[in-house]
């Protein structure tokens, strides 16, 4: 057992360093600030266009490894966040002006509005980068611009969304979508680290967020569905049964993080049998391996073209979900999940020439786009599912190394 274990950690471990490693080489904007995100398989741009949801997100990624790993407490990493950390607060609002504002989705390379999303997600993963560089830096008003921006978000989902500019349709009924309470639990998590006063503020929130993620339990315990009622009610039609395994499984290590700071031993167990067990069960396929992207809950064809591809952020969320519950529950079945998984994965995925991740593969499991970033695959996925297993493997080894 520790022989496999150190095994896992020595690979994850080298595939960290080596996307940490890509993302440093060809990523940086020298000249406006920001990350380029759209490189080809050997690190070439092929588009300038800058996204900011993948702008967050390195700055997250990059902050996080400098504070809380040592091989990566370097002056060059610091100084890459705060140039994404800068970029973003001059160009990512549309409306500065008016409060927080809406943030934009696309921007150009020198931070002019290309695309204006009507979602919150742009300003969620705003919120990650600053709070986390805030951090890093001590830079108390970066803390509160994160937490205004947070007061905002919860603000347009709970009270009044009519700022996200999406004026309600006489045919389109109102939907839960899975992902804003996670989006939402995800924050909860990051604002409330280590901050007693804040995780007050955020408890009723977070409680919210976690009702909200289980009403999408369906079919009697035997289904995840991505979108259901506001009530919680299974929807008609293709968007009431669509299933995506890898945000369920993503759900999954939301929660059970979430139950293991309140100390809810009961959510616990439904984050593992319904939110990891349940999507392996149906979303693992079984004649090529991997896990399949979208499902229709029927077994209808999905509508989404490419529902049968195996991406990577799935199997980044599976690695991440399988080893938290082993490590909490030491179940071998997790640590089965886990292997099967990283298997699958380390065979496929990895660019053993280039560095980095393919993203998209063919059912089959052949590179099908073999760019390493795009306008959705940025410095994100990839390194937090390998700096969160390895954190994780670190802790199960030293566990085992004091029974000895």
């Not at 095994?7 to 996307?19: C, F, P, V």
């Not at 060809?26 to 800058?50: A, N, R, V």
């Not at 997100?57 to 091989?71: K, P």
């Not at 045919?171 to 804040?198: F, H, I, K, Y």
């Amino acid at each position: 057992m520790e022989a496999l274990l150190v095994q896992y950690r020595e690979r994850i471990r080298t595939e960290l360093d080596r996307a940490v490693d890509f993302w440093l080489k060809y990523s940086h904007d020298k000249q406006y600030g920001g990350f380029f995100t759209c490189i080809g398989k050997d690190g070439k741009i092929y588009d300038e266009l800058k996204y900011v949801w993948l702008q967050g997100r390195q700055v997250w990624m990059y902050c996080r490894l400098y504070r809380t790993t040592e091989r990566f407490c370097r002056p060059d990493i610091l100084e890459a966040a705060k140039s994404g950390g800068s970029f973003l607060q001059r160009f990512a609002r549309v409306q500065p002006a008016d409060g927080p504002g809406k943030c934009a989705f696309c921007l150009t390379r020198d931070g002019h509005v290309v695309k204006v999303q009507r979602t919150i997600f742009s300003e969620c993963f705003y919120i990650m980068a600053m709070d986390e560089l805030a951090r890093v830096t001590g830079d108390k008003e970066m803390q509160n611009d994160a937490e205004r921006m947070m007061d905002q978000v919860v603000h347009w989902v709970r009270i009044d969304s009519s700022g996200l500019g999406r004026p309600p349709q006489c045919g389109d009924a109102p939907v839960n979508s899975m992902a804003v309470p996670m989006m939402l639990l995800c924050l909860v998590d990051q604002l409330t680290e280590g901050r007693a006063g804040l995780a007050g503020k955020y408890r009723e929130l977070g409680d919210w967020c976690v009702t909200q993620i289980l009403q999408h339990v369906q079919r009697d315990g035997k289904a995840i569905l991505e979108n259901v009622s506001l009530d919680g009610q299974e929807l008609p039609g293709c968007q009431g049964r669509l299933q995506n395994p890898g945000h369920a499984l993503e759900a999954g290590w939301f929660l059970l993080q979430y139950a293991k700071a309140q100390g809810d031993a009961e959510l616990q167990k439904v984050a593992v049998a319904k939110f990891m067990d349940v999507p392996f069960l149906t979303g693992w396929d079984k004649q090529h391996g991997g896990l399949f992207y979208f499902q229709d809950v029927d077994g209808h064809c999905p509508t989404q073209l490419e529902w049968n591809m195996k991406l990577w952020w799935p199997h980044c969320e599976a690695l991440i979900a399988y080893l938290m519950a082993y490590s909490h529950f030491r179940e071998p079945a997790m640590l089965d999940k886990f292997t099967q998984v990283y298997d699958y994965t380390f065979s496929h995925f990895p660019d053993e020439k280039a560095g980095e991740w393919f993203g998209y593969l063919s059912r089959q499991g052949d590179v099908v786009l073999d760019f390493k970033g795009g306008p959705f695959k940025g410095f994100f996925h990839v390194p937090r599912c390998l700096y969160m297993c390895e954190k994780m493997l670190d802790h199960l080894l030293a566990k085992l190394q004091a029974y000895i």
